[in-house]
């Protein structure tokens, strides 16, 4: 199996009403960087890198337990989905490296992830719902790595609220 990779939405752990955004990828066998994939089924591999809302501050989390759920209930509903529960529902766009290999676009992507954690232990970034989000972190993110506008632009469109999918961060944070 090929690299795949995501820019990847589903509904907010507290609410259903907004959406959270994050990177979604699935690795093949030559992925050897860290976050550690999380193995579903014994035969999907997989890793989410996102930013999130911590003691006020934006941060970088990778495998956060609320998107980790919402793959696998994506991938496999029968095993985590109930009626009588509420869901995370994801929502994908593939996104398409701009050049060079999967695997070095992926390699991209996690790299800038780690410099972001590193850099914002020095500079954090206070949280914001309407600017320094979720969506705002993974548009900088594909903006840096070389995904142009009109693309990401098409990529954070989702169904149900979002804020701040095409706004960007201080992209020194990310080398």
């Known amino acids: ?40 089924d014994n035969r ?20 956060e337990p609320s998107d980790v759920k919402s793959v696998r209930e994506h991938l496999n509903p029968k095993q985590y989905r109930r009626w009588y529960l509420p869901d ?10 701009p050049s060079g290999s999967e695997k070095a676009f992926c390699e991209t992507l996690v790299k800038q992830a780690i410099n972001y954690r590193n850099n ?30 009109y693309d990401r632009k098409s990529l954070g469109e989702f169904r149900g609220i979002d804020w701040g999918e095409e706004d960007l961060l201080d992209e020194t944070l990310f080398k």
């Not at 999907?44 to 495998?63: I, S």
């Not at 995370?88 to 490296?97: E, P, S, V």
């Not at 914001?128 to 979720?134: E, F, G, P, R």
């Open 1 to 40: 199996m090929a690299f795949k990779m995501y820019w990847a939405c589903r509904d907010l752990a507290s609410s259903p009403a907004g959406n959270h955004h994050f990177i979604l990828i699935y690795p093949d066998m030559r992925f050897g960087l860290p976050p550690i994939p999380i193995l579903e």
């Open 44 to 63: 999907t591999r997989f890793v989410t890198l996102g930013g999130f809302e911590v003691h006020k501050n934006l941060e970088f989390v990778q495998n």
């Open 88 to 97: 995370l529902d994801l929502m994908i766009h593939q996104i398409h490296r």
């Open 120 to 149: 914002t232990k020095i500079t954090p970034v206070t949280y914001s719902l309407s600017d320094n989000n979720c969506s705002a972190w993974v548009n900088t993110m594909l903006k840096i790595a070389g995904v142009n506008y």
